[in-house]
């Protein structure tokens, strides 16, 4: 985490329970979307499951009191979650999930792929998952500011 924080792949900033709420709430709400859009848009339904998960990672950042820069990306909310919670359900699969949908909004033109419904089940999974437990992790009093 200290490198991250050298690197200026992460900042440290004032936490706010209000953004890490936002945070939260706006997850949920993209997992709610997706749910209700697979069918029909699969690759749009697998981004919002990403985003999802990767905005339920960064309110357990801003809880600790950072937050990604434009350096870091959304690669530094990979790299902080494996640093900290390697084993936390969800959030070991978030770059499994930032992998594929880089891939689907970036696609090779000679081998493009398109996501199929099985995968954002399992990226709904995921997300669900990752948001249960930034959730948890959000409310313990062992997370304090990094």
Do not use: W
């Not at 992460?10 to 890490?20: A, D, K, N, W």
């Not at 339920?56 to 909310?77: E, I, K, M, Y």
């Not at 669900?128 to 009093?141: F, G, H």
């Amino acid at each position: 985490m200290e490198r991250l924080l050298t690197e200026r792949r992460l900042q440290r900033v004032e936490t706010s329970e209000e953004s890490v709420a936002a945070l939260l709430a706006a997850a949920g709400r993209h997992v709610d979307l997706a749910r209700s859009g697979g069918a029909v848009d699969p690759e749009g339904a697998f981004a919002l499951a990403y985003d999802a998960a990767r905005k339920a990672a960064t309110a357990v950042l801003a809880r600790q009191g950072l937050r990604p820069t434009s350096r870091g990306g959304h690669l530094v909310v990979v790299d902080a979650m494996r640093a900290q919670f390697p084993d936390v359900a969800g959030l070991s699969s978030l770059d499994r999930l930032r992998r594929r949908r880089n891939q689907v909004e970036y696609p090779d033109p000679r081998s493009y792929d398109p996501v199929a419904e099985p995968e954002v089940d399992d990226a709904l999974l995921v997300a669900a998952t990752c948001l249960a437990s930034a959730t948890r992790l959000v409310v313990t009093a062992e997370l304090g500011i990094f």
